[in-house]
């Protein structure tokens, strides 16, 4: 009878704990609601901000909701900030007894240009070589999504992806090309509508060996 006591107790307190874990978690998630709440809303009064100092009315019926709209909008644009690989790779890494090149290409890909706060987009294309370790593919689009939902450039999300691909499975080669058409080159400044940027990474293997790296833009670069 004892021992029984001593579960019952034991039972509650754990069962105690346990509203207590939720009550906190309750506690925190409506404070980050908040928090967000209130991003949101001075996102929505700047956007208002800036569309009465381009010279509209921000009270004419065409615009009435924008400021809000464009706010939530920036919010999804940005969303990478808020996500992390180890979020995403949680339980998609498995031991696996392959050495041969894994290639996912033609990524659609969506970024904003922190120079000038506009798009540009295009395909980015991945390989890695297993080091005992592969990844579910759709964790490597993933990975894309993260840092491109960020204000970027293609240089630096270009690496951002290859680092964070070699520091998760430790492969013995890592490859990222990215190809993209910029809105800064094309809706202003020089006014290229043709132009394209390719970027490109190479890591271990891909950096060392000749032929690797040549087989991985073979299988993925288009002529």
């Known amino acids: 009878m004892e021992y029984q006591h001593d579960v019952e107790i034991n039972g509650e307190d754990k069962y105690l704990n346990i509203c207590k874990h939720n009550?906190?978690?309750?506690?925190?998630?409506?404070?980050?609601?908040?928090?967000d709440s209130n991003k949101l809303s001075h996102i929505e009064k700047a956007y208002t901000t800036i569309l009465s100092e381009l010279?509209?009315?921000?009270?004419?019926?065409?615009?009435?909701?924008?400021?809000?709209?464009?706010?939530?909008?920036?919010?999804?644009?940005t969303k990478g900030y808020k996500e992390t690989i180890q979020d995403i790779l949680n339980d998609a890494i498995f031991d696996e007894n392959h050495d041969e090149m894994v290639?996912?290409?033609?990524?659609?890909?969506?970024?904003?240009?922190?120079?000038?706060?506009v798009p540009f987009f295009g395909k980015a294309h991945i390989a890695y070589l297993p080091n005992k370790k592969v990844v579910g593919l759709s964790k490597l689009a993933r990975i894309v999504e993260i840092y491109s939902r960020r204000l970027?450039?293609?240089?630096?999300?270009?690496?951002?992806?290859?680092?964070?691909?070699?520091?998760?499975?430790e492969p013995a080669?890592?490859?990222?090309?990215?190809?993209?058409?910029?809105?800064?080159?094309?809706?202003?400044?020089?006014?290229?509508?043709?132009a394209s940027t390719?970027?490109?990474v190479m890591l271990g293997t891909f950096q060392d060996n000749p032929t690797t790296r040549k087989e991985f833009l073979d299988l993925t670069i288009r002529k």
Do not use: W
């Open 173 to 194: 080669g890592v490859a990222v090309v990215i190809e993209a058409a910029h809105m800064c080159m094309v809706m202003r400044g020089v006014q290229k509508i043709n």
């Open 198 to 200: 390719v970027t490109s």
């Open 152 to 169: 970027q450039v293609q240089e630096r999300l270009t690496k951002q992806i290859a680092s964070a691909i070699s520091e998760a499975l």
């Open 55 to 77: 010279g509209e009315d921000v009270d004419r019926e065409g615009l009435l909701r924008t400021p809000l709209r464009a706010a939530k909008a920036m919010q999804f644009f």
């Open 103 to 117: 290639i996912v290409k033609d990524i659609d890909l969506f970024s904003l240009c922190e120079h000038h706060l």
């Open 23 to 35: 009550g906190l978690c309750k506690k925190e998630k409506d404070s980050k609601d908040d928090t």
